[in-house]
Structures are given as structure tokens and as C-alpha cells.
T-cell receptor, first 113, second 113 residues
Framework: AQSVTQLDSQVPVFEEAPVELRCNYS??????LFWYVQYPNQGLQLLLK??????LVKGINGFEAEFNKSQTSFHLRKPSVHISDTAEYFC???????????FGKGTTLSVSS | NAGVMQNPRHLVRRRGQEARLRCSPM?????VYWYRQLPEEGLKFMVYLQKENIIDESGMPKERFSAEFPKEGPSILRIQQVVRGDSAAYFCASSPPDSYEQYFGPGTRLTVT
């Protein structure tokens, strides 16, 4: 069965610093991968997705992620964060049937000045 | 294009009452998914529906929970005889046909007193 592990529950960084949020997945079949962001008391917003093709995926708000099949990872990166990036970030993978998303437990990114 | 709509945004029920959560998918989306988010946890898949059909309900609790997506009108998640453990945020997502991208609504926060 598919599973997602987000290796850091909390990541504190200073404004304008680079950040990497780590995500590993396990799956016996080809998967599609997603990163979502959730601001307090709001729904989830799709940041970026990997479906096929180039392993480097660019998303909204300056975020990007790299799909690494050999390491079963899909880490999220941003070269310079803003205070407004403070939020919860979720990595997700499609289940084997393609009928649902399986989410990690989330990483809280806290950006301070 | 309006996003996924959910109502109510907040719902308070006493133990033993029924809770009805509604979800209107984005225009052109015929697939609806329900997820539950408990404190300190990621989102857990509950059910996947297409118009008038339940496709995958592997994440639904066996008792008290049901979902429908009628030909006309919103999708409904129904929880009968609510208990305190049902307190959570319930998110609906929708997708167009033949797509793995899911777009989330703002959620309904259910509190059982």
C-alpha cells in the first residue's frame, strides 16, 4: 500500500532564507505526487504536481519540487521564503487505484523576521 | 470560476444528533472526494463519488457515515448519531473527468458537544 512520510513536523526559518521540506513515499506502482499548502482555517491549495515528464516541477509562489524515483522522494524547495509562506504543507500521493490521495502528516513552516 | 463550495463552514451538534455537510464541486467537475482532518494529523480519505455512484468508500467508517452525490444538487456527507470523536474538519475536493488533480473546498469544521 502507498504511504507518505514527511520527515519534519516543524521547520522554522528566517525570512529570505532557503527552505526544503522533505517528503518520502512508498509505492509498488507508478504514482502521481502533489504538494498542497494550507493556511490557518482554510482549505488546501495545490502548490504543484508531478504526473510525468521532467522530474523538476515548478509551482506557484516560487516553490519547486524534484521527483527522485530511486530515492522515492519528492522534496519541496524555495530559494527565499517570505513571512507569508508560513503555513502547513502537505505532500500527497495517489493511491494504487487512482481514486484517492494519501497524505503525509504535514510540515509546519514558520517564517520569522 | 467559483471554487469548491462547502457549507456550513462551522457546524455544532450535540451528541446523538445528525450532521449534514454539503459540497458543490467546481463547474465542470463530476468527481467528488471527502476527506477528514483530525487535530495533529493529515487528511484521511473517506469516499470518492461520481454523479449517482459511489466509486470508492474504503475510508468510510462502517457505521453512521454515508455519502451521496445526486444527479442534481450538491454532494452530501451525512453523519448520524454524532459522537465527540467525530469532531474534525471535513474537506471536500473535486476533479474533472480523467484527472488526478483535486481541488479542495474551505472545509466544514464540525464540533460535537
Amino acid at each position: 500500500a502507498q504511504s507518505v512520510t514527511q520527515l519534519d513536523s516543524q521547520v522554522p526559518v528566517f525570512e529570505e532564507a532557503p527552505v526544503e521540506l522533505r517528503c518520502n513515499y512508498s509505492s509498488s506502482v507508478s504514482v502521481y505526487l502533489f504538494w498542497y499548502v494550507q493556511y490557518p482555517n482554510q482549505g488546501l491549495q495545490l502548490l504543484l504536481k508531478y504526473l510525468s515528464g521532467s522530474t523538476l516541477v515548478k509551482g506557484i509562489n516560487g516553490f519547486e519540487a524534484e521527483f527522485n524515483k530511486s530515492q522515492t522522494s519528492f522534496h519541496l524547495r524555495k530559494p527565499s521564503v517570505h513571512i507569508s509562506d508560513t503555513a502547513e504543507y502537505f505532500c500527497a500521493v495517489t493511491n494504487q487505484a487512482g481514486t484517492a490521495l494519501i497524505f503525509g502528516k504535514g510540515t509546519t513552516l514558520s517564517v520569522s523576521s | 470560476n467559483a471554487g469548491v463550495m462547502q457549507n456550513p463552514r462551522h457546524l455544532v451538534r450535540r451528541r446523538g444528533q445528525e450532521a449534514r455537510l454539503r459540497c458543490s464541486p467546481m463547474k465542470g467537475h463530476s468527481h467528488v472526494y471527502w476527506y477528514r482532518q483530525l487535530p495533529e494529523e493529515g487528511l484521511k480519505f473517506m469516499v470518492y463519488l461520481q454523479k449517482e455512484n459511489i466509486i470508492d468508500e474504503s475510508g468510510m467508517p462502517k457505521e453512521r457515515f454515508s455519502a451521496e452525490f445526486p444527479k442534481e444538487g450538491p454532494s452530501i456527507l451525512r453523519i448520524q448519531q454524532v459522537v465527540r470523536g467525530d469532531s474534525a474538519a471535513y474537506f471536500c475536493a473535486s476533479s474533472p473527468p480523467d484527472s488526478y488533480e483535486q481541488y479542495f473546498g474551505p472545509g466544514t469544521r464540525l464540533t460535537v458537544t
